[in-house]
C-alpha cells in the first residue's frame, strides 16, 4: 500500500533563508509520481511541484526544487529564498500510475513558519 | 484561482441532515475527485468520477454518494451527518483519467453541530 511520511510538523525559517521539507514514502510500484501542495490559512490547496518516478532530473519550479532520491524513497521539497507569504501547511502527496486508481495519498503535512 | 469551483464555501447543519456539496471542474477537466480533510483523518480520498462515470472508490462512509452530471459538474451528497463528518471537503479535477496534477477547488467547510 502507498504511504507517504512527513516527519516534521512544524518548521521555522527565516526570511530569504532556504529550507527543506521532508518527505518519505513507500510503494511497491515502480511507476508513481510525487507531488508537493501549499495550503495557506486560506484553506485552498496549491499544487507547488511534481516529480515522475522514472523522472532523471530533479524537478524545479521557480524557487521550488525537489530533491528526489529514488533510493532512499524521498521526495524532499527545497524553498529557496523564503518569503513571509510561503508561510502554510505544506503537504507532500503520490500518485501509483500503474493501477486504475488515480487518487493522490498525502502525508501529515508540515507547518512552515517564515519570520522576518 | 485553479479553475475548479465549489459551493457552498461554508455550511453549517445540524446532525442527522443530509447536505449536497457541488463542484464545477476546470472547462474541459472529465475528471473529477473529492478528498476530505479532518483533523484526525488528514487527507482522505472519497471518490473519483470520470465524464459521468463512477472510477475509484477511497474511504467513502455508504451514508455519503456522489454523481457526475453531464454538464462534468459533481455533487457529493452526505445524508445522516454525524459530529465527525465535520470536514472540509475539497473537489479536483484533471484533464483525463491519468492527468498529471489534480487542481483543487477552495473547498467547502462542513461544521455539523
Known amino acids: 500500500a502507498q504511504k507517504i511520511t512527513q516527519t516534521q510538523p512544524g518548521m521555522f525559517v527565516q526570511e530569504k533563508e532556504a529550507v527543506t521539507l521532508d518527505c518519505t514514502y513507500d510503494t511497491s510500484d515502480q511507476s508513481y509520481g510525487l507531488f508537493w501542495y501549499k495550503q495557506p490559512s486560506s484553506g485552498e490547496m496549491i499544487f507547488l511541484i511534481y516529480?515522475?518516478?522514472?523522472?532523471?532530473q530533479n524537478a524545479t519550479e521557480g524557487r521550488y526544487s525537489l530533491n528526489f532520491q529514488k533510493a532512499r524513497k524521498s521526495a524532499n521539497l527545497v524553498i529557496s529564498a523564503s518569503q513571509l507569504g510561503d508561510s502554510a501547511m505544506y503537504f507532500c502527496a503520490m500518485r501509483e500510475l500503474n493501477t486504475g486508481f488515480q487518487k493522490l495519498v498525502f502525508g501529515t503535512g508540515t507547518r512552515l513558519l517564515v519570520s522576518p | 484561482d485553479s479553475g475548479v469551483t465549489q459551493t457552498p464555501k461554508h455550511l453549517i447543519t445540524a446532525t442527522g441532515q443530509r447536505v449536497t456539496l457541488r463542484c464545477s471542474p476546470r472547462s474541459g477537466d472529465l475528471s473529477v475527485y473529492w478528498y476530505q480533510q479532518s483533523l484526525d483523518q488528514g487527507l482522505q480520498f472519497l471518490i473519483q468520477y470520470y465524464n459521468g462515470e463512477e472510477r475509484a472508490k477511497g474511504n467513502i462512509l455508504e451514508r455519503f454518494s456522489a454523481q457526475q452530471f453531464p454538464d462534468l459538474h459533481s455533487e457529493l451528497n452526505l445524508s445522516s451527518l454525524e459530529l465527525g463528518d465535520s470536514a472540509l471537503y475539497f473537489c479536483?479535477?484533471?484533464?483525463?483519467?491519468?492527468?498529471?496534477?489534480?487542481?483543487f477547488g477552495p473547498g467547502t467547510r462542513l461544521t455539523v453541530t
Open positions: 516529480q515522475g518516478s522514472y523522472d532523471e
Open positions: 479536483a479535477s484533471t484533464e483525463g483519467l491519468a492527468g498529471r496534477e489534480q487542481y
